[in-house]
């Protein structure tokens, strides 16, 4: 599955890392599928990150990813990801 994914720069909020990769929850069969969600829903993107950030971030980048291309790219950025636990388990 592929997902609508932006990179966000929060680095006038001070946020370390200063940038961070945010996944869409719909999920696409195809790349091409979710590529042809961007150009129609960049404006409304832009406008909720603003709204999210306060003013203080903005997209850097739009792009579509599988949520394992996602998860490497927020730690290559310095972003420690948590495992996932099965059934919601604490432990």
């Known amino acids: 599955m592929y997902f609508l994914s932006v990179l966000i720069n929060l ?7 200063t940038h961070g990769w945010m996944q869409d929850s719909q999920g696409f069969v195809t790349l091409e599928e979710c590529q042809e969600t961007i150009l129609p829903r960049t404006m409304a993107i832009h406008y909720s990150v603003n709204e999210w950030t306060n003013g203080l ?20 950025l310095g972003h420690k990801m948590q ?3 099965l ?5």
């Open 87 to 91: 059934n919601n388990s604490q432990t």
């Open 11 to 17: 680095a006038l909020a001070g946020a370390v890392p």
């Open 83 to 85: 495992e996932k636990k």
């Open 57 to 76: 971030g903005t997209v850097d980048m739009i792009s579509c990813f599988t949520e394992e291309e996602w998860i490497k790219l927020n730690i290559e």
